[in-house]
């Protein structure tokens, strides 16, 4: 029997490295990067009545209300391409209440991932983020710098990346884990990039290893 596709969450507070991490992890494993804050990003660009409401909360970097998170998460997850690929949720659940309608819906991660990064640290690469509008692709002014001018010359800032905003979410940020995950790993995520990825992509050999062995008694 063919091991059903991997299901991952990823957690941390913003700018922890959750983006970063899931370029690379969804690379090698082929997992389809769901990621909550892009869905949202996505309705404010289209100034959708949800994309209007969400965009109130996310200047002031509060939780979108869940009456709008968790059905656009949960359709994101049930569309064939993560279904058949398998899936890397990125920023969801953040509050009990999320994490109990995943539940609910019978969506049950393999592994959980906690990105643990401390409080400077966090302001520091809020500050320092820029995004390549062409490519999607984050960039770091320091520790991440663009390939090229050209590239360097179209980068954007979030608007929601203001120093006053990192400060105030790092300080209060908690992450909620959900209930019904095989396995929850916590990551250091203050070292450099390639480093994280090293922490994450050993535990989910780990996983794939068990999950082998486990398809093979099937
Ligand atoms: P969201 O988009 O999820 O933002 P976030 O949690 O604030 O996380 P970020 O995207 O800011 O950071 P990241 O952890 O992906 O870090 P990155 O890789 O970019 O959410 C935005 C808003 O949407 C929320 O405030 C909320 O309002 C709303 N929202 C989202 N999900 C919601 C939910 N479930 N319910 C309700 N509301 C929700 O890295 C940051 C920077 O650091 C980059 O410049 C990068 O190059 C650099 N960097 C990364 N790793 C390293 C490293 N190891 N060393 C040095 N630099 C690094």
């Keep these: 029997a063919k091991a059903e596709p991997l299901k991952v969450i990823i957690s941390g507070a913003p700018a922890s ?9 969804a690379q090698k494993y082929g997992l389809v990067h ?6 949202l990003r996505a309705e404010v660009a289209a100034a959708s009545e949800n994309g209007k409401l969400a965009k109130e909360y996310m200047e002031k970097g509060e939780l979108v209300p869940d009456e709008i998170v968790v059905m656009m998460v949960k359709e994101r997850l049930l569309q064939p391409d993560s279904q058949q690929r398998g899936w ?3 920023g969801y659940p953040r509050s009990s209440s999320q994490a109990a309608a995943l539940e609910d819906y019978g969506i049950r991660p393999d592994v959980f991932i906690l990105l643990d990064v401390s409080e400077d640290i966090l302001v520091e690469r809020v500050v320092g983020r820029r995004l390549d509008p062409l490519t999607g692709k984050i960039y770091h002014l320091k520790y991440s710098p663009p390939e090229n001018d050209e590239i360097a010359s179209r980068l954007t800032q979030r608007f929601d990346d203001t120093e006053e905003k990192a400060c105030e979410v790092a300080a209060t940020h908690t992450s909620s884990k959900c209930g019904c995950c095989a396995l929850y790993i916590t990551v250091n995520g203050n070292e450099a990039k390639e480093h994280v990825f090293a922490q994450i992509d050993a535990a989910l050999t780990h996983v794939g290893e068990q999950r082998k062995g486990f398809t093979k008694v099937v």
């Design 17 to 25: 490295g959750k983006g970063t991490q899931c370029e690379l992890i």
């Design 88 to 90: 890397l949720l990125d």
């Design 34 to 39: 769901i990621a909550a804050g892009d869905l």
